[in-house]
């Protein structure tokens, strides 16, 4: 039986190998298309909050430089992402201030000045208060507005 499926199994990538070719990957590279994939929000917003944890304890503009690059890249990535309809909007609306924020703090870095930069990414968490209480409303807001 083992042998069976190595047998398969080895054909089966001879094949592929065999049928590689240079034309489709010319086609993916001429065409300029954006594709929405499917993005763990919850994964990708816990790595979110331990970068912004190092940025925040960083020591040294190197180390919250470094925590603030990661951080711009989890939020590019969950802007590719494919949200429900009725919060698509909410979503880029938050991912959008969330780069204007990050990009203050880059400025604060880049200038040399490690406490305001620091002061500045408390911003993100008052971003991450505002919108998930507007992606989870409590009841009672839902009661009395």
């Not at 993005?39 to 190092?54: G, N, Q, T, W």
Request: charged fraction near 30%; hydrophobic fraction near 40%; glycine fraction near 4%.
């Amino acid at each position: 039986m083992k042998t069976l499926f190595l047998t398969v199994a080895l054909t089966f990538s001879a094949g592929v190998a065999a049928n590689t070719t240079t034309e489709s990957t010319d086609m993916i590279g001429d065409q300029s298309m954006v594709v929405s994939t499917p993005v763990d929000m919850k994964a990708v917003m816990k790595e979110m909050r331990l970068e912004y944890k190092l940025g925040e304890r960083a020591t040294s503009i190197e180390e919250m430089a470094k925590a603030v690059s990661k951080l711009e890249a989890l939020i590019k990535q969950l802007k590719q992402g494919e949200y429900t309809p009725e919060k698509q909007a909410m979503y880029q609306e938050g991912f959008n201030k969330l780069s204007a924020s990050v990009a203050l703090v880059k400025t604060e870095l880049d200038a040399g000045d490690l406490e305001k930069a620091q002061a500045a990414l408390e911003q993100v968490d008052e971003l991450r208060v505002e919108y998930h209480k507007k992606r989870n409303p409590s009841i009672w807001s839902k009661i009395f507005g």
